[in-house]
């Protein structure tokens, strides 16, 4: 499922998945992926789940199964640190690209990039600092304002709370989308969140059962 909005002037798709389809340049964006933050974390003796790299991957490869895909752009933090060049989840990355060796890759080096290190050379992919320009919109990392492009950016990993009756409340990955910067929810499972908040300047999709809706 996904919900369409027109952003200056181009169409784009917010998905279901925590990634944004631009089918006009068939590109998928994508942020705060965070490969291997489990092994990471599970490198320094803390107790964390498994195979959420693979779970990861699984979704991507859904996504790429049901859109048609010239190019993906990662915004920012593809590795979430030195522990994710474990053996495992490189592996694992790997035989994903080998499963998509023709597609091009784009990653727009993040924070999290600067720390892990550059992806492994033999998963081809094109890393760049910000912003990347495509058309209307300047693809970044980090959510500052572009002088003359919109800023289509991650690093914040916001995160909406619906509030019911009494006390009851449901926290919710989303999409901010700003006059001239939004935000895009981070991709990865095990990442966390920062809540976000709406205005008259800020609009906010939640995501949730498999559904992205506008608030308000």
Known sequence: MHCSLTLEGEELW???DKAV???ARRCLLIADAHFGKASAYRSLGQPVPQGTTTANL????????AYVCDQVVFLGDFLHGPGSHASGTLGALRAWRDRHAGLPLTLIRGNHDKRAGDPPP???IEVVPEP??????ALQHEPHAHASHHVLAGHVHPVYRLRGKGR?????PCFQIGTRVSLLPAFGAFTGGHG????????IFVIGDHAVWPVG
């Open 14 to 16: 917010l998905l279901a």
């Open 21 to 23: 389809y631009w089918p």
């Open 58 to 65: 699984e979704r991507l490869d859904r996504l790429l199964a």
């Open 122 to 124: 033999d998963l081809s």
């Open 132 to 137: 990347l320009l495509m058309g209307p919109f």
């Open 168 to 172: 009851q409340s449901l926290r919710l």
């Open 196 to 203: 976000v908040e709406q205005d008259n300047d800020r609009q």
